[in-house]
């Protein structure tokens, strides 16, 4: 039974240019990803959980992206250092991604059996002929109706819900190791997204496969993670097991978070918005990012809090010097 | 793809018919009384009736469409009122000359502006995208008929490479394709402006889709992404841009066929508008209509062809 | 929440500029999109905008300059010319270049320079006379027509159709065939194959526009519509409409200069770009110049005025903004 982990995030950074100067999106994002965990990756929009999928996969627009330190580690290589005929070996390979958007995401040119047979062609050694079977069975496998017929329709044809399916399909086409899912159900109806996100749980106990679930809606994250790590300005503040993360929250702004969460149970007028606004990523303070918001602030937090594991829960970890150490309950 | 293509040859003849209705009306609406145009106003009531009487133009509206649409359909234009040859002949002689023409500078136009665009797209930024800008702007400032005279001044003037008043002579037909050269390339280093152009900003456009990333999420490899991901979605644009470009080509045409003084439909219009020839300058606009309709469907079936959303329709 | 849906325009939008590139980008407009991306109610001014947009690009800049320099050699040409360009001199027909004459003599014997000069005068006329009424009558049709939608809409659109399937020079010949080569004949025939490219350019914002809230909530507030028309979608749509005007002032110089080369334009002896090719073509295996120097004069100002084309287009579409 292999316990290495499926990904390494260390010390991620990467950075975009504007108006000429180098800003970081994200900075030193460190995580880990075990063999067959769902690690749930929460934030508001803009808190940079997209552009570190996007710097995993090294997929981060080079006209004015780039990463600009730190090591992705996937079964011991370090992808950040691949060149681009190893990188298009690896990804669709050992490591895929699934996009929020359904309805751009697939080429409008091409139909859709072919787009998944195309990443068998390129990362296994089946034929025409097999790929296309091979093809047809995983649209089958994640119930597109009349997936025969429907081989070589175009992605127009399809719904949104049914061609995130196609995505999917194309996504686990090769049996990634580690999958990487993008808000896959942000942009479809509630009804959809329950359905997919069912399908998506099946395949990944059916492949073992690890699987980082980015999204904002922390609904889901309950339902399907089984970490979570929050990201706010870029950085990653808290990591820890779901229930956890949900009984006793250690980071400030995570606790706001959930505070702030509409809820069956609570009445309306406790609704918490948090006060204040996400710095922009061209002004961002040197310490922590989250202090002009935050209540617990204290001149130390001036400077920049390590992500460190809690005394009291090695799995729990959080970057604040007020909470770090604490082996208190949420407020 | 088939009912696409017998859809559009449907819509197609409803539009030629509109179209010549248009060109019907064109001419007899328009202000200046045509008799006036051909013999000026110094001419007596009698000669311009007379000249009305020959145009039909005493006749009723509905008569005279009836009677222009029946002649047209069947082929006979008329004759011209300065050659007093049949009007079709006289178009006919010259059209191979055109199509040849403006075949090849299309055919120059994509077969150099469309990998120019592609590789520019590919390069941003860099020395080749540079080059290719520069040149797209430079050919889209030089009108028609400047860039002519400059080929003309610097290919058959100062080097002597082509003759200076090129003319096919029959039983040599090394002559016509020496004839075709320059004024090919006028045409064709101008389309080639415009097709880099927007073969560059459309693939630049493609380029940055969501579908591209797929594609590299999935590991295809980037000459691939390039040819097959990117191309087949950049050239719904720039089929666009040629399909308009054949009728802007009928007239830097003209000014072409002007400088080289070479035969054709442009000279045809230049000489009939100087000399007043009136049944062939209606002769030549139906047969402008009969091109816009052609080009128009040519385009629709490429379309159907690059764009399977399109066919659908 | 429902499905984003076919929330994505199909094919994408090309950048393009002179002539029939025009045309493409209002064909793309009519089916939604525009040249500029944005989608939020802009509210800085155009002007202010084009200004600030010019400045950046350093392309666009060089261009405007050119076409600064050459508007203001033309506004200023009965002083700046050392001579009458209509005053001909036997003695000097064909004279190469000399002190009192620095860009030589004509066939006629008339002074080149002051003839380039006056020339561009004319250029800057019939241009900004046509486009300025087609940007005005086009842009008037255009909103109107994306605002009141239904059956006007239609029935302007497809009177739009039918202009854009005459190229410019063959619009030109047409009218200028039927009404007589005059410069208000030239300048019709120009304006009228603008107007639709203009008119498809202001309708495509409109369209997206009108379908915001806050015209909702200006209607509910009993705001006219013509208030509505003037203060909401037309700072939206001019951003588009001053590329196009860039690209077809180029057009208008172009079609101007070919006609008056084919003869069919101005008519000589006035001093016009195309005429003195025509003139300098028919001379062209003695004197050259004749033809060259007018032929640069042309090529100049439409290279200005397609870098300011460019370069606004380019900062008004985002994709392309971080180059």
């Known amino acids: ?331 | 793809m088939l009912t696409y293509v017998v859809k559009r040859l449907l819509v197609a003849i409803p539009t030629l018919l509109a179209v010549l209705t248009v060109v019907f009306f064109f001419v007899r609406i328009a202000p200046g009384d045509p008799a006036f145009i051909i013999l000026g106003d110094q001419a007596s009531p009698q000669a311009l009736a007379a000249v009305r009487q020959e145009l039909g133009l005493d006749k009723p509206m509905p008569v005279q469409y009836a009677e222009f649409m029946s002649t047209v359909l069947t082929g006979d234009l008329g004759t011209s009122m300065v050659t007093h040859r049949s009007v079709w002949r006289e178009i006919a002689n010259v059209l191979p000359y055109t199509i040849e023409l403006t075949v090849t500078a299309l055919a120059i136009g994509v077969a150099i502006g469309l990998p120019l665009g592609i590789a520019a797209a590919r390069h941003r930024n860099r020395a080749l995208d540079y080059v290719a800008r520069i040149f797209s702007l430079l050919g889209l400032s030089f009108p028609a008929f400047v860039s002519a005279i400059m080929l003309l001044l610097a290919f058959a003037i100062q080097l002597h490479w082509f003759p200076v008043i090129s003319e096919a002579r029959p039983g040599q037909p090394l002559s016509r394709l020496t004839a075709l050269v320059l004024p090919a390339l006028n045409l064709g280093l101008i389309m080639v402006a415009y097709v880099t152009r927007v073969a560059r900003s459309s693939m630049l456009g493609v380029l940055g889709e969501d579908y591209i990333r797929t594609a590299r999420a999935k590991g295809v490899p980037a000459r691939v992404v390039i040819w097959r991901h990117a191309l087949g979605n950049a050239l719904i644009p720039v089929v666009t841009v040629v399909g308009l470009y054949l009728g802007v080509l009928i007239g830097n045409s003209v000014l072409t066929e002007i400088v080289f003084n070479r035969p054709g439909l442009g000279k045809l219009i230049v000489n009939s508008l100087n000399q007043r020839d009136y049944t062939m300058l209606e002769g030549l606009m139906v047969i402008y209509a009969f091109i816009i309709v052609i080009v128009n469907l040519l385009t629709d079936l490429t379309y159907g062809v690059v764009d399977p959303r399109v066919r659908q329709r | 929440m429902s499905e984003p849906g076919a929330a994505r325009p199909e094919g994408t939008t090309v950048h393009a500029s002179g002539g029939a590139d025009t045309i493409v980008a209002e064909r793309l407009a009519a089916r939604g999109e525009s040249l500029a991306h944005s989608t939020m109610p802009r509210e800085r001014g155009a002007l202010a905008r084009l200004g600030a947009g010019i400045r950046r690009h350093k392309m666009a800049s060089f261009g405007a300059a050119i076409v600064v320099l050459v508007a203001l050699s033309a506004i200023f040409a009965p002083w700046l010319s050392p001579h009458d360009p209509l005053e001909q001199d036997v003695l000097l027909r064909l004279a190469t270049p000399s002190a009192e004459f620095p860009l030589g003599n004509d066939s006629f014997g008339r002074d080149i320079l002051s003839r380039i000069l006056w020339g561009g005068r004319v250029s800057l006329y019939v241009s900004t006379a046509a486009v300025g009424i087609a940007i005005v009558i086009g842009g008037a049709l255009g909103i109107l027509a994306g605002y009141i939608g239904g059956k006007f809409d239609r029935i302007v659109m497809a009177a739009m159709d039918v202009l854009l399937s005459f190229p410019t020079l063959v619009m030109g010949l047409l009218v200028v065939a039927m009404l007589g080569p005059t410069v208000g004949n030239l300048i019709l025939a120009i304006t009228l194959t603008a107007v639709a490219p203009f008119a498809r350019i202001a309708r495509a914002p409109t369209l997206t526009v009108k379908e915001r809230d806050f015209i909702e909530a200006g209607r509910a507030l009993g705001f006219s519509n013509l208030r509505l028309m003037a203060v909401h979608i037309l700072p939206n749509v001019l951003d588009d409409i001053l590329v196009m005007a860039a690209l077809w002032l180029a057009t208008a110089i172009r079609t101007e200069a070919s006609l008056s080369f084919i003869g069919l334009g101005v008519r000589p002896p006035t001093a016009t770009w195309g005429g003195m090719i025509r003139e300098g073509f028919e001379n062209i295996l003695d004197s050259p110049w004749l033809a060259i120097l007018p032929s640069l004069a042309i090529l100049i100002v439409m290279l200005g005025l397609n870098m300011i084309g460019d370069g606004l287009r380019d900062t008004s579409d985002p994709r392309l903004r971080h180059e």
């Open chain 1, 1 to 331: 039974m292999n316990s290495a982990p499926a990904l390494v995030v260390d010390r991620l950074t990467t950075e975009f240019r504007i108006d000429g100067r180098w800003h970081a999106a994200i900075r030193d994002v460190s995580f880990t990803v075990g063999r067959h965990e769902t690690l749930a990756l929460v934030g508001e929009s803009g808190c940079g959980k997209s552009i570190t999928a996007l710097s995993i996969m090294r997929l981060v627009p080079r006209a004015n992206g780039r990463i600009a330190s730190g090591r992705v580690l996937l079964d011991g290589r370090d992808l950040v250092q691949l060149d681009e005929a190893e990188l298009e070996a690896t990804r669709g390979g050992a490591i895929a991604m699934i996009f929020q958007e359904p309805m751009t995401s697939l080429n409008p040119v091409l139909p859709i059996g072919f787009q998944v047979a195309e990443t068998l062609r390129y990362h296994t050694k089946l034929s025409a002929a097999e790929a296309r079977a091979k093809a047809l069975a995983l649209l089958e496998h994640v119930k597109i109706p009349s997936a025969r017929r429907r081989f070589d329709d175009y992605p127009h044809q399809f719904s949104g819900g049914m061609r995130q399916r196609v995505m999917i399909a194309m996504a686990l086409a090769c049996k990634p190791q580690i999958v990487l899912a993008d808000e896959p159900t942000t942009a479809l109806d509630v009804t959809i997204q329950a359905q997919v996100l069912a399908l998506l749980a099946e395949l990944k106990a059916e492949t073992g496969m690890a699987l980082i679930f980015i999204t904002h809606n922390l609904g889901v994250v309950a339902s399907i993670a089984d970490r979570v790590a929050v990201m706010y300005a870029g950085d990653i503040v808290e990591t820890a097991p779901v229930t956890t993360l949900f009984e006793r929250p250690m980071h400030p702004y995570t606790e706001a978070l959930l505070s702030s969460i509409p809820r069956v149970d609570r009445d309306a007028g406790d609704l918490k918005p948090i006060a204040g606004q996400v710095p922009p990523i061209t002004a961002m303070p040197a310490g922590c990012r989250y202090a002009d918001r935050c209540p617990l602030r204290i001149e130390r937090c001036a400077t920049r809090p390590p992500l460190v594991a809690l005394p009291s829960d090695p799995r729990h970890e959080v970057r604040c010097w007020v909470r770090a150490g604490e082996p208190g309950a949420s407020a």
